[in-house]
């Protein structure tokens, strides 16, 4: 029998496992950790992933029950939750502060879908010019400043980055570049 | 790194048993702890076969896009068409498990992907097109990407509800991927006369494969409320394609859609000849070496 304050503990434990793409964040930052429950003797954990593709799932799962073992959880089931499709809206103020600090900038609000995915097109021009060789900007609905000095004056280099949550950006301020999470 | 950063992959490689270090080795399921029962009234061997549809236009695609991989132009375009083809792969991999699951004589991701033979295989034969240039890569992303969503946006709220799921979470993925590819087919057709008319060229080969997607499907009609009727999706796909082309300065191509084999095509398991060349070389290595562990 796992008992309220058990239960408690396991929630403590499981919430502190950091995400291992964006580790100075926790799956409960991020919003990954969907529930931690007992079925009987048994501790049930729900995770959801990110992206469809996102390789991070298993290795968070298996990070669960790995700390859960070391804190006595011994009959763990780490389950995945589909839907609702996570959102970066589901990221917590803590994880967003923690996100900034480390120069990665935060989503803004994801947008709205209901009925037919609106096109979302830019023209391009304004002070970079032409470059033929540059990526397409995809439109932002707001600007993203930048984490390190907070300059609103950034551009983003690529619509992609080295995780399938991020985009790369560059400030035109500091000249930095830095990572976007995107808002999905 | 601090210990705790590191744990998280250090923990794996302690391990004896199928749990290794490396990405991609011992996956689990990817619909491991999700109610895997098919609804009540549901035709489960058109669920199977449906799933496995999809599924197999996102795995070919994917491998398609991966062939491009360190043949970019650009390390940003390299990783986007990464990123691309890591979306579709995961949501082949729910989808492949899932016809596994409606199927129920045990068969699991990976005996779907690797063995099984060409004209076991249900993709559309515009997955499997070889793109000859960046500007068929960009067409064929948007027509694939603006259709795959128009199609997933009413799964979404398909009676099968792990399709419902995997369609509703992966069409937040399409939506970025296709204004991705929007916005290289408006730059490429909008841009110098040269990339126009490679643009225009590019479209014109891949306009012939469109039809398919559009053609009635004996298996969704056997679902009526868990599959779409492709033929509803024209409208909305056509709205997207012609506010591109628009901007892109390029007309909506003119030609005949790729003939059929005897009236069967990509979803009767027909395929066309370089399928067998992307199959082999997807499939190889787990054939080789079946159930190998590394």
Not at chain 1, 9 to 36: F, N, Q, S, Y
């Amino acid at each position: 029998m796992v008992t309220a304050a058990g239960l408690a503990a396991a929630r403590a434990v499981a919430a502190a496992v950091p995400d291992p793409e964006l580790p100075m964040v926790t799956v409960a930052d991020l919003g990954i950790l969907r529930d931690v429950a007992t079925e009987g003797e048994r501790l049930v954990v729900t995770i959801t992933p990110t992206y469809s593709g996102c390789p991070a799932l298993r290795e968070i799962a298996h990070d669960l029950r790995r700390r859960l073992a070391a804190s006595g959880f011994d009959e763990v089931d780490v389950r995945t939750a589909l839907a609702p499709a996570w959102s970066s809206d589901w990221i917590t103020a803590d994880g967003r502060r923690k996100l900034s600090a480390a120069g990665i900038a935060p989503p803004h609000a994801a947008p709205a879908r209901s009925g037919p995915v609106p096109l979302t097109l830019t023209t391009r021009g304004g002070s970079g010019g032409i470059r033929v060789s540059s990526p397409p900007e995809l439109a932002e609905r707001e600007p993203v400043a930048c984490p390190r000095c907070g300059s609103a004056d950034t551009t983003r280099t690529a619509a992609f980055g080295a995780t399938a949550c991020k985009a790369l950006f560059r400030c035109e301020s500091c000249r930095e570049p830095f990572e976007h999470v995107k808002a999905i | 790194m601090t210990e705790d950063e590191f744990a998280a992959y250090q923990s794996l490689s302690e391990e004896t048993e199928d749990h290794r270090w490396a990405f991609g080795t011992g996956f689990t399921d990817p619909l491991e702890g999700i109610d895997a029962s098919v609804p009540d009234g549901v035709d489960a061997a058109a669920l199977t076969a449906y799933c496995l549809a999809l599924g197999d236009d996102a795995l070919i695609y994917s491998h398609r896009l991966q062939q491009w991989m360190t043949r970019m132009p650009e390390l940003e375009e390299e990783t986007a068409l990464a990123n691309i083809a890591l979306d579709l792969l995961g949501q082949a991999r729910m989808l492949l498990a899932r016809a596994g699951q409606a199927e129920g004589r045990g068969r699991r991701e990976d005996d779907l992907a690797f063995f099984r033979d060409e004209h076991e295989f249900r993709s559309v034969r515009l997955a499997e097109h070889t793109d000859a240039d960046f500007a068929q890569l960009a067409g064929r992303l948007l027509v694939f990407s603006a259709w795959r969503l128009a199609l997933f946006g009413r799964l979404a709220a398909s009676a099968d509800p792990v399709l419902a799921a995997i369609a509703a979470k992966g069409a937040n993925e399409l939506a970025y991927h296709r204004d991705y590819a929007a916005q290289w087919v408006i730059r490429l057709g909008d841009g110098t006369p040269l990339s126009h008319d490679k643009m225009a060229a590019a479209l014109g080969v891949i306009w012939p494969l469109t039809d398919e997607l559009f053609r009635a499907d004996p298996v969704a009609a056997r679902l009526p409320g868990v599959a779409a009727d492709p033929a509803e999706l024209r409208a909305e796909v056509d709205a997207v394609l012609d506010a591109v082309l628009g901007a892109a300065t390029l007309d909506r191509p003119q030609g005949a859609p790729l003939a059929r084999v005897a009236g069967k095509a990509g979803r009767d398991g027909v395929h066309t000849e370089p399928f067998g060349y992307l199959l082999a070389e997807l499939q190889s290595v787990a054939r080789a070496h079946p159930d190998a562990t590394w």
